[in-house]
């Protein structure tokens, strides 16, 4: 980092949205919904399945970057104690944001379960089972309590959970910003490192000794990548062609370690990429995911251009296009909560309508669901716009006959 920049940008630079910023996260949720459909098709062409890292590093550092802008300026203006008190607040509506999730799909899977429904429309899956959820109503005295501590905390239900731990990090990495920005870096690598070599993670189950899935003392290291660049903390990278023929290597080196296609062809390969799990581990983000993030985020920041402008040029259906992935991008949270329930419920809908391996089946599941989070994220747009304060013009009221007496 930059000792000598500022700890802070100017509050106008700070409040104006980032067209890329929203872009970029929209997009992030349609993938993280495409992975979390089960056997969906289309999971076998996002980006996971050609590098290291995925849709979640995406979601994670334009979080940091969105963060940086919602809750910085609070440190700046307020001072420690303000930000502290915004940042709180924050971790509270993530928490029971989470609490209402997890509560949503697992009483909603146990009652369709419960129901015999299922059964009578001749579908015997377990979609209980299949999120690993029967031990929160079998061992209801342990994973009650552990839902409410996060020291429950099931694969499908783990991102929130990570979240609100980075948040929590953001009051000592500003603090120790007013010291000297070494010092964060120093933070930010030290915790990265205790968890790489598992030395500091969280219990994700009361009767095990299963540990989060994501590990927020690593990922916190993309999240404050991008609360860094936001802040003018780290310098922004110049458009350089050697810069992006390295990128454009980078991201193409990682694909026969990441390609089935090509990693199931060659044993080589495969024992290789066993070799080196320290490196591109998902849970302890290791460092190739952190490279090939960052490769693949250069690229996309050239390809945008300056301020974005790139996103804007083009024929009328690619404009809407990105507006519409914009909308969602700024509805981040909104969208990702419906992303995980529709997911589901489209996975259900579709056992019952027939095949699911169907193409047509496939197609229709992944369509209908990027329709419905569209409509989450401009109905809570709507919502959040608070059009019933807006000031109502009635029309001209008729005048009153005198013969007509006041009450």
């Known amino acids: 980092m930059n000792a000598n920049a500022h700890t802070s940008l100017p509050l106008s630079r700070q409040k104006k949205r980032d067209p890329r910023l929203d872009f970029f996260r929209g997009l992030g949720m349609f993938i993280i919904f495409v992975a979390h459909l089960p056997a969906n098709w289309w999971a076998l062409w996002i980006p996971a399945r050609f590098g290291f ?3 979640t590093e995406i979601f994670v550092f334009c979080s940091g970057m969105a963060s940086a802008i919602a809750f910085g300026k ?4 307020h001072g420690l104690g303000m930000g502290v008190a915004r940042i709180a607040h ?3 509506q993530v928490y029971w944001s989470h609490i209402a999730l997890f509560l949503a799909i697992a009483a909603g899977l146990a009652g369709l379960h419960e129901s015999g429904l299922l059964t009578t429309l001749g ?3 377990d979609y209980v089972g299949g999120l690993n959820l029967w031990h929160f109503f079998t061992k209801t005295e342990m994973t009650l309590p552990g839902l409410l501590t996060l020291t429950y905390v099931p694969n499908y239900f783990d991102i929130l959970p990570m979240y609100i731990v980075i948040l929590a990090l953001i009051p000592a990495v500003m603090a120790l910003a007013r010291l000297h ?5 120093v933070f930010m690598i030290g915790l990265w490192l205790l968890a790489t070599f598992r030395m500091i993670d969280l219990p994700a189950e009361p009767w095990s000794d299963r540990r989060w899935f994501f590990n927020p003392f690593a990922w916190q290291l993309v999240f404050f990548t991008g609360f860094a660049f936001m ?3 780290l310098p922004r990278p110049p458009v350089h062609p050697v810069l992006i023929v390295l990128a454009v290597l980078i991201v193409l080196g990682s694909v026969p370690f990441a390609y089935f296609r090509v990693l199931n062809t060659s044993e080589w390969l495969q024992q290789v990429r ?5 490196l591109w581990i998902k849970s302890e983000f290791g460092i190739l995911r952190y490279v090939h993030f960052l490769a693949l985020a250069y690229l996309a920041w050239v390809a945008a251009g300056p301020s974005g402008k790139y996103l804007s040029y083009g024929p009328a259906l690619w404009q809407g296009f990105v ?3 914009q909308k969602v991008g700024q509805q981040s949270l909104a969208v990702f909560l419906a992303s995980l329930v529709v997911a589901q419920s489209i996975n259900i809908l579709r056992d019952l309508l027939g095949d699911r391996s169907d193409w047509i089946s496939q197609m229709l599941s992944n369509l209908v669901g990027f329709a419905l989070l569209i409509a989450v994220a401009y109905t809570v747009s709507w919502f959040k716009s608070q059009p019933w304060r807006a000031p109502k013009t009635n029309p001209a009221s008729p005048p009153i006959s005198p013969s007509v007496d006041k009450l």
């Open 53 to 55: 890292s995925d849709a």
């Open 181 to 185: 920005l070494g010092a964060v870096a």
């Open 274 to 278: 066993a070799s080196i799990e320290l």
């Open 123 to 125: 579908n015997n899956r």
């Open 74 to 77: 609070i440190f700046d203006t």
């Open 90 to 92: 924050r971790m509270w």
């Open 323 to 325: 507006r519409v992935v």
């Open 231 to 233: 802040r003018g903390w």
